[in-house]
């Protein structure tokens, strides 16, 4: 299920990675068919996000930051 999503005077799509109610692995995901579903919806970029651990003291779970680099392991490209 797609959520659309507000705030303030933006509004976004959502899909939760592992389903409403984390229900899937990500094998069992359809990526090829939820960006077909939001290019019907007229959406023109995507944007994913992660969650991982930290293991140092300073970044405990509920602290949010952003990456200053990122690494790319995708090999290919996706048809």
Known sequence: EIM??????????FIPRHGIGHTLTPSEVNYKANIFALKKLGVKTVVSVSAVGSLKEELPPTKFLLPSQFIDWTKGARE
Not at 4 to 13: E, N, R, T, V
């Open 4 to 13: 659309l999503a507000k705030i303030g005077d933006y509004q976004f799509y």
